[in-house]
Nanobody, 123 residues
Framework: QLQLVESGGGLVQAGGSLRLSCAASGRTFSSYVTGWFRQAPGKEREVVAAIIWNTGSTYYADSVKGRFAVSRDNAKNTVYLQMNSLKPEDTAIYYC????????????????WGQGTQVTVSS
């Protein structure tokens, strides 16, 4: 069983940066796709970015392209989401999730989820 734990959320001013971490235990990320999702109050959970662990191939939602970057650290079995030029509309709970196979944008296709970390961007 794969367990995921996010960290790194917080309060930041618009234009600032945060780096989220998603640490895996129980299994290695090596055979999984890791996705970062976010959910704002009253809105559906949406994909932000994803990475295929084995190849490093990435996906970004249009809303974060050029501002966010997803990466992985094999030795630490951890995936990161570097968030730059943050905007108030980035405020949400951010979740990491994992699934086998290919990158997918639908949250329902991810089998493993972390508990989430709050990101708040003030204007």
């Amino acid at each position: 069983q794969l367990q995921l734990v996010e960290s790194g959320g917080g309060l930041v001013q618009a234009g600032g940066s945060l780096r989220l971490s998603c640490a895996a235990s129980g299994r290695t990320f090596s055979s999984y796709v890791t996705g970062w999702f976010r959910q704002a109050p009253g809105k559906e959970r949406e994909v932000v970015a994803a990475i295929i662990w084995n190849t490093g191939s990435t996906y970004y939602a249009d809303s974060v392209k050029g501002r966010f970057a997803v990466s992985r650290d094999n030795a630490k079995n951890t995936v990161y989401l570097q968030m730059n030029s943050l905007k108030p509309e980035d405020t949400a709970i951010y979740y990491c999730a994992a699934r086998a196979g290919f990158i997918a944008t639908m949250a329902s296709t991810y089998a493993y989820w972390g508990q989430g970390t709050q990101v708040t961007v003030s204007s």
